[in-house]
């Protein structure tokens, strides 16, 4: 596994912006995928945002075209800008990376998360 630290959460009003990063404790050019989850009280853990590589990318439809990822092997760092927040955005974001141990044996670390809360 490798240790995984976020940050930037915060308040913010609803149209606003937040850039929240996930440090990991160790080189991560050999994590297959990095991204974000989130999950609000009472609500399903979601997939937000999903990285492999600069293009290689995948969103939710609820944030695709305000929500954008990116991730930095040189500083072993993962962001997740976000504009046009709404308050449905509330919710604690959690980064995770997935290295493969063998073809059909991933291995997911997961960060503490770093609460983003929206207000209406």
């Known amino acids: 596994q490798v240790q995984l630290v976020e940050s930037g959460g915060g308040l913010v009003q609803a149209g606003g912006s937040l850039r929240l990063s996930c440090a990991a404790s160790?080189?991560?050019?050999?994590?297959?995928?990095m991204g974000w989850f989130r999950q609000a009280p009472g609500k399903q853990r979601e997939l937000v945002a999903s990285?492999?590589?600069?293009?290689?990318?995948n969103y939710a439809d609820n944030v695709k075209g305000r929500f954008a990822i990116s991730r930095d092997d040189a500083k072993n760092t993962v962001h997740l800008q976000m504009s046009g927040l709404k308050p449905e955005d509330t919710a604690v974001y959690l980064c995770?990376?997935?290295?493969?141990?063998?073809?059909?044996?991933?291995?997911?670390?997961w960060g503490q998360g770093t609460q983003v809360t929206v207000a209406s």
């Open positions: 995770y990376a997935e290295e493969m141990k063998g073809p059909y044996d991933p291995w997911y670390s």
């Open positions: 160790r080189t991560t050019f050999s994590i297959r995928a």
């Open positions: 990285i492999i590589s600069g293009t290689n990318t």
